[in-house]
């Protein structure tokens, strides 16, 4: 063997992509805490309002309550999270809703309307009242919050002009969007109503497979991903719960609330639009970093318009199920309704100077809003106190994600 001969060298073989190792399941979930925290603290409200309650709070007709009494919190917080992800705010919707909502009680008694038509155009007006808002804030540049307080001021006024008296006498099938039921379709399964179990499932199945995608494409793309153990846990977590409320609502008189429909249906629709589409990641960019944006090419104040279009027409949609649960229009409808969402965003983790949020974190801040909503009205606590409660909560979650954010510095 000649002595130059050398051994041969192993090939070095390139390391493994890390870019989705999240790391231990310990470490995951401190970095995430928020996002975690604010499940542990639902379930934690559930739990407390259950005892304090003597059951009562998780009876299956209070759960669908919860839902119809609450939807409008759903519905308009959707909006309002979009609107503070862009570093905004919207002061006026409860005004909006009702002001519009005496419109469509007028033209349903007054003009004679049928009420689907009716329906229709009071989404639209809402669209148009947007049009209004965005355009100084956009176009103009005045601030949000200074648009949006006169907005307050000028829709309860119209309010009151259009609903001097309480407007009644709707249709039934008006009504029946917010106090109705899906017909029982399917029979019954023992004492559950099949058409609600059949949406249940289907629902779960719908969560599961998303999710089991949602983890291919960003594993398939190299991306961070949350530990195997997070993945499953959470997936475990929302079947339980998913499974738990369907429960429930299937053993309740009505079984699924219409109302339960519409708001499912705006939650599928906007976190589709805030994930997947460029509307969606331009509102994020304008909320993260404005400049940025601009210098980026985010057309800034088309933007900033369609958000607030977006946002009345939302308010239109709160305004006719509000209308129709109360089945009459009154001029102080939807008083504090713009605190409630605004509440509900900020708890379900929405960040005080925008570029951070989601829709399904904004309904979890929901969720809570209407569980103390309906806890502390079964335990007839003086709506004062009620007002005293939910501020303190408010702080609370705020607080922590201050805490949070400082912590992770």
Request: hydrophobic content about 60%; aromatic content about 6%.
């Given at each position: 063997m000649s002595a130059s001969t050398t051994l041969a060298q192993p090939t070095a073989q390139p390391e493994p992509s890390k870019k989705n190792d999240s790391g231990s399941l310990k470490t995951y979930l401190t970095q995430n805490i928020g996002q975690y925290g604010i499940l542990i603290a639902l379930v934690v409200i559930v739990a407390l309002f259950q005892i304090l309650t003597d059951g009562k709070l998780l009876y299956p007709n209070n759960v669908a309550a919860l839902i119809q009494q609450n939807a409008y919190v759903f519905i308009l917080t959707i909006g309002m999270v979009m609107i503070i992800v862009a570093g905004h705010i919207d002061l006026s919707v409860g005004s909006v809703v009702a002001f519009i909502g005496g419109i469509s009680a007028l033209l349903i008694t007054d003009h004679n309307v049928p009420w689907l038509l009716a329906v229709i155009i009071s989404v639209l007006v809402g669209g148009v009242v947007g049009m209004w808002q965005g355009f100084w804030v956009a176009y103009v540049g005045i601030p949000a919050f200074i648009v949006t307080l006169g907005g307050q001021l000028i829709f309860r006024g119209l309010a009151i002009v259009l609903v001097g008296t309480t407007v009644s006498g709707l249709p039934t099938g008006f009504n029946d969007i917010s106090n109705g039921s899906l017909p029982n379709a399917l029979g019954f399964l023992g004492a559950l109503d099949g058409l609600t179990v059949l949406i249940g499932l289907l629902a779960i199945g719908g969560l599961v497979v998303s999710q089991i995608r949602t983890r291919h494409e960003l594993v398939k793309n190299d991306l961070r991903t949350e530990p195997f153990a997070a993945f499953i846990g959470k997936i475990v977590l929302f079947v339980v719960v998913i499974g738990y409320i369907t429960y429930l609502l299937a053993k309740s008189a009505g079984g699924t609330p219409i109302v339960l429909i519409i708001v499912g249906a705006l939650v599928m629709i906007y976190t589709f639009v805030m994930n997947n589409t460029i509307f969606g990641r331009h509102i994020y960019a304008m909320g993260g970093n404005l400049p940025a944006a601009m210098l980026s090419g985010v057309k800034t104040k088309r933007v900033n318009f369609m958000l607030?279009?977006?946002?009345?027409?939302?308010?239109?949609?709160?305004?006719?199920?509000?209308?129709?649960?109360?089945?009459?229009?009154?001029?102080?409808?939807?008083?504090?309704?713009?605190?409630?969402?605004?509440?509900?965003?900020?708890?379900?983790?929405?960040?005080?100077?925008?570029?951070?949020?989601?829709?399904?974190?904004?309904?979890?801040?929901?969720?809570?809003?209407?569980?103390?909503?309906?806890?502390?009205?079964?335990?007839?606590?003086?709506?004062?106190?009620?007002?005293?409660?939910?501020?303190?909560?408010?702080?609370?979650?705020?607080?922590?994600?201050?805490?949070?954010?400082?912590?992770?510095?």
């Open positions: 607030f279009v977006n946002m009345g027409l939302l308010a239109g949609v709160a305004a006719v199920v509000t209308t129709s649960r109360a089945g009459a229009a009154v001029a102080a409808a939807g008083s504090n309704f713009e605190l409630d969402a605004i509440a509900a965003a900020f708890i379900g983790g929405t960040a005080v100077n925008g570029g951070v949020g989601k829709i399904t974190g904004a309904i979890i801040g929901a969720l809570i809003m209407g569980v103390l909503n309906m806890g502390l009205s079964i335990m007839n606590v003086d709506p004062a106190w009620q007002q005293t409660i939910k501020g303190l909560v408010l702080i609370a979650a705020v607080a922590f994600d201050f805490l949070n954010k400082r912590r992770g510095k």
